[in-house]
């Protein structure tokens, strides 16, 4: 039975002008945003799970992405997987929502509420999704968007961009680390895999990718950064695997290019 806690946001999942604010005024935002206290909390819940925010503080790797630029693709990358593994409403998206699929409003909330969720908390589920569609990680980032038809409303979630090949690296690293840290060795086919029982998110999933998309851009971090991931293909056979080092780390590489 899923718990309530799969509603993070409530009624109150961030906007862009939220974001813009936040990384503007970067530390002295959280005594001069002018959010009600409802919304500041859930903007805080956000925040903390990309990463951003840590005890009221805005954190080394909100700089980091602030001088990436918080809107460029390469930064929504990386905040779009921090939430696809810290937060559980941004997973049950990413697994449940097939790509490209359009799902009337009614379709997920009555999944949701299958699920045991309140007919109030799936509502609030489909209304941030809206909402996050209309941000940068909809509008850029290209994670998702809302279709009309008429009076009909459709939600579908579409392949994000991954930017740079070290956006990638960085899924592969924060998906071993979710799954424990010691799953660092794995195949395209294991991660395509719908039977699959994990307590993580597949990277193939929260790309949208085939295993196909994905061999180009894995064999040019093998090249390029071979202490970091190590991958073969050889007919049918493949292999994945990720160096002793941690997401972290591979944000350093990002900051170097």
Known sequence: MVKSSLNTFADHAP???WLRSFFALKQRFYTEHSLGSNMFDFFR???RDAGLNGRNTFTEFAEFISRLGW???NALGLILTNLVYTNPQMAWYTNFMDLKHRYAREELVGALKELGI???DA???VKAFKRLAATPL???LNWGRVEKKGKEEYLVRTAPKW???LVLLYSLFKFAEAMGGEYRAFNLGQLADPTAERQAVSPLRLWGATPAQLKAPLLGLNARYPEYIQVSFTHDLDSINLGPQ???QVLELIQEV
């Open 71 to 73: 809107d460029s693709e």
């Open 138 to 140: 909809g509008t850029v």
């Open 163 to 165: 930017g740079s090949p």
């Open 15 to 17: 906007k862009t002008e």
């Open 246 to 248: 941690s997401s972290a």
């Open 118 to 120: 309140s007919d109030k």
């Open 45 to 47: 819940r956000f925040l």
């Open 123 to 125: 509502a609030s589920i």
